[in-house]
Structures are given as C-alpha cells and as structure tokens.
C-alpha cells in the first residue's frame, strides 16, 4: 500500500489466485510462508491458500455485508496488513476439505495468524479445524488510524504494528481471550509509518520501522527510547 515490501509486491501476483478461487474482494494484504499463504481483501476476510494447486483452503472471518459493518469497524472493513504467527502446526485445515473454493491440505509453521482489519488487530488460532473460521480469539483496542504493516515476533506472544498515525507499536497477546497488552508505544514519524519489523534473531525489544517521512528508525522497546535514526 505503502511501500515495495516483498509482501506488498506479492500481493499484485497473489490478484489472479484470487480471482481463480472466487474470493469475494480484491487482495490487499499478502504474507508468505512456505507453500502457503495468507491474504487478505477489502472485504474484511482473509484466506489460506495452498501455492502448490492455487487454491483456497481456509477462510478467516467474515466478509463484511454491508457499510454499517464497515461502520462497526471504525470506518474501514479492509485488511490493511495479515501477518503469520510464531509455533509449529499446520496452516490450512487439511485433507480433502473446502470452503466453496477447491482444494485443501498443505502444512506450515504457525498456529495462528494475525490480521489488521480496520484500526484493529485480531488473531486467529489456526488449530481449528473449521475451515470457515468467523471468529477470532482476541481483539486489540482501536488505533487512531489505518493499519499499514504487521510483524509477528518468533517468541508467538508479541506483534509489531505499524499504523498511518506515524506511531509504531507492540502487542502482547496471551493465551486467554483477553484484548491483547501494549508493550510498547511511540509517535516515530511525522508521516504514515509504513513498516515497523522485529530485527531477526533479537529478542522482542529490537525494533526497526520506516515510514513516509524517509527516516528510518531504530527503537529499544524494553527501554521505551529510540536507538539510532
């Protein structure tokens, strides 16, 4: 939406899948993993598909009717950002099962899947084994504005956010159905803050985020104070 992150980019090509297994809005959101992904539409739903056959296994909540849904949602029922969870497990339902698209199976390395709909985050537990999943396990509080990117740290328990109020922020999610802790908080850009991402191998404190301002800023998380700009 942003910027040319490699998910941004996949998200043109992921178009046409899309178009083959019937879902019901356009793609705006793409996150990768292995030979499946995740995608989500301005719709308000998202969908596992299994890159092998090009195929909708799994859908994950429901496509919003109508503008009084979009309403509920802060304005906006699009997925802004998707992002897969941290764990072992299997991503799509598996076997032969469909939702209406064809095809089924595939495995992954994620239990879970996070998704930006509107200002809030919501997280999916992918170990059931439905494979219309309306409902989510929790739901964050509403931010100020859009939501343009999302990383899920390899510990499972926390996701960056990173919102077009130019503030970057990380989320705890625990196991209960309780709306997940802000851990971290900070207004880093004058513009849309466009990528905010967990520097690989680190723990959950080392945080970079980028935005339309053109600074990229690097950020302590357990300290509350920025690092480098």
Known sequence: RHGASAERVGAAAMEATWLRGGGGGEATAVALAGQLALSGADDGSCRVWDLRTARSVRRLGRPAASHDDA?????????????W?????????????????????????????????????????????????????????AFGDEIGELDAHPDGQRVAVADDCGKVTVLEFGSSSAAPIVRFEAVG??????????????????????????????WDCMRRRARHK
């Open 71 to 83: 309403a509920a949602n802060g304005g906006s029922h699009a997925v802004g950002a998707v992002a």
């Open 85 to 141: 969870g941290a764990g072992n497990g299997d991503k799509s339902k598996g076997g032969g099962g469909s939702d209406g698209d064809g095809g089924g199976g595939g495995g992954g390395s994620s239990n879970e899947a996070f998704v930006a709909v509107g200002p809030h985050v919501r997280r999916f537990d992918l170990r059931s084994e439905q494979v219309l999943l309306d409902e989510w396990v929790n739901e964050s509080a």
């Open 189 to 218: 850009h004058e513009n849309i803050c466009s990528s905010a991402r967990f520097v690989p191998g680190r723990d959950w404190g080392h945080l970079v985020s980028g935005g339309l301002d053109c600074v990229v800023q690097s």
